[in-house]
């Protein structure tokens, strides 16, 4: 039997299992669907099942999960999911203890995610690095000297929570995939001739999926929105760089997929916001590894602590 490590992400929407060897690399991969309707329950169901098909003809030397939401990451207790019931307080680590006998390591997917990008994607042979996921949230994670940083229990790099301003406005409301589907939304009647406004036509919710073609065919409306948003998000990186300094901010999620424009237009408004001493501050790229962030940085994870 072959001996492999487990990486496991699990999020809002889309489970992912995958096995991989020492070197990090991705040799089977299983991905499900999250059924909300099932809660936490039906995703364990489905994780016990996978599990179980790959113990028939492997065995495995470690495991590491990224999960979506806090975790304590010392016990592999989940504190909650905010996507999806029936995770609060789930002794996430213990239950997969009793699945598999090997070591196991459970942390935020944003922190594995930036583990991940950090060893094996665009965050290679810089140190720190700072990792933010652009998606159904905010979040972000620091990887300093090879290592995912952990605050005081039970703080994180949680980038999604940083104001912008004293009202409470916090950077997960203007920069998340259901923040910009928001903001597209406000802005499509004042727009009728827009191709943005054609493309969105009269679907409510995912709007921000139709951004990239109408960027692609150079429509102001889309450019504005996407300038905006990546105003707000120099603006939260600007206080990672005076606090934390990385040397690359990676970019990663959903709405990271749109891209070099994306990209681009973070890099340069970045430097607005930082003060001389640090100018220009971090590079910033896009997450190499994409929709593999998670899963390549839990088996980096369950690697690291056998």
Same mark, same amino acid.
């Given at each position: 039997?072959?001996?492999?490590?487990?990486?496991?992400?699990?999020?809002?929407?889309?489970?992912?299992?995958?096995?991989?060897?020492? &070197?990090?690399?991705?040799?089977?991969?299983?991905?499900?669907?999250?059924?909300?309707?099932?809660?936490?329950?039906?995703?364990?169901?489905?994780?016990?099942?996978?599990?179980?098909?790959?113990?028939?003809?492997?065995?495995?030397?470690?495991?590491?999960?990224?999960?979506?939401?806090?975790?304590?990451?010392?016990?592999?207790?989940?504190?909650?999911?905010?996507?999806?019931?029936?995770?609060?307080?789930?002794?996430?680590?213990?239950?997969?203890?009793?699945?598999?006998?090997?070591?196991?390591?459970?942390?935020?997917?944003?922190?594995?995610?930036?583990?991940?990008?950090?060893?094996? *994607?665009?965050?290679?042979?810089?140190?720190?690095?700072?990792?933010?996921?652009?998606?159904?949230?905010?979040?972000?994670?620091?990887?300093?000297?090879?290592?995912?940083?952990?605050?005081?229990?039970?703080?994180?790099?949680?980038?999604?929570?940083?104001?912008?301003?004293? &009202?409470?406005?916090?950077?997960?409301?203007?920069?998340?995939?259901?923040?910009?589907?928001?903001?597209?939304?406000?802005?499509?009647?004042?727009?009728?001739?827009?191709?943005?406004?054609?493309?969105?036509? &009269?679907?409510?919710? *995912?709007?921000?999926?139709?951004?990239?073609?109408?960027?692609?065919?150079?429509?102001?409306?889309?450019?504005?929105?996407?300038?905006?948003?990546?105003?707000?998000?120099?603006?939260?990186?600007?206080?990672?760089?005076?606090?934390?300094?990385?040397?690359?901010?990676?970019?990663?999620?959903?709405?990271?997929?749109?891209?070099?424009?994306?990209?681009?237009?973070?890099?340069?408004?970045?430097?607005?916001?930082?003060?001389?001493?640090?100018?220009?501050?971090?590079?910033?790229?896009?997450?190499?590894?994409?929709?593999?962030?998670?899963?390549?940085?839990?088996?980096?994870?369950?690697?690291?602590?056998?």
């Amino acid at each position: 039997m072959e001996q492999l490590y487990l990486g496991i992400e699990i999020g809002g929407t889309k489970l992912q299992i995958v096995t991989g060897d020492a &070197s990090g690399a991705i040799l089977n991969r299983w991905r499900h669907s999250v059924k909300r309707d099932e809660g936490g329950a039906g995703i364990r169901s489905q994780i016990a099942t996978t599990v179980k098909e790959i113990l028939a003809e492997n065995t495995l030397v470690g495991v590491g999960v990224g999960f979506g939401g806090p975790v304590d990451s010392r016990t592999g207790r989940i504190c909650c999911s905010h996507h999806i019931e029936g995770w609060s307080d789930f002794e996430l680590g213990e239950w997969l203890g009793k699945l598999v006998n090997s070591p196991i390591r459970v942390d935020n997917d944003a922190n594995v995610a930036a583990l991940g990008e950090s060893r094996h *994607g665009a965050g290679r042979g810089f140190d720190p690095v700072f990792y933010v996921t652009m998606g159904s949230g905010v979040g972000g994670g620091l990887v300093v000297q090879g290592e995912i940083y952990h605050g005081a229990i039970p703080g994180e790099s949680e980038i999604g929570h940083v104001r912008l301003d004293k &009202s409470g406005m916090i950077l997960e409301n203007r920069c998340s995939g259901w923040a910009v589907d928001r903001r597209i939304r406000e802005a499509l009647s004042g727009h009728p001739q827009s191709l943005l406004t054609s493309l969105v036509g &009269s679907e409510r919710g *995912g709007e921000a999926r139709h951004l990239g073609s109408a960027l692609a065919a150079g429509d102001a409306l889309a450019r504005r929105i996407l300038d905006e948003t990546a105003e707000d998000m120099a603006f939260g990186l600007s206080h990672i760089t005076h606090l934390m300094h990385p040397q690359v901010i990676v970019l990663g999620g959903g709405l990271a997929l749109l891209g070099e424009p994306l990209r681009t237009a973070i890099a340069t408004h970045l430097p607005r916001f930082v003060m001389d001493a640090f100018a220009p501050g971090p590079e910033v790229r896009l997450a190499e590894l994409r929709e593999d962030s998670v899963p390549v940085g839990a088996l980096v994870l369950a690697r690291m602590h056998q």
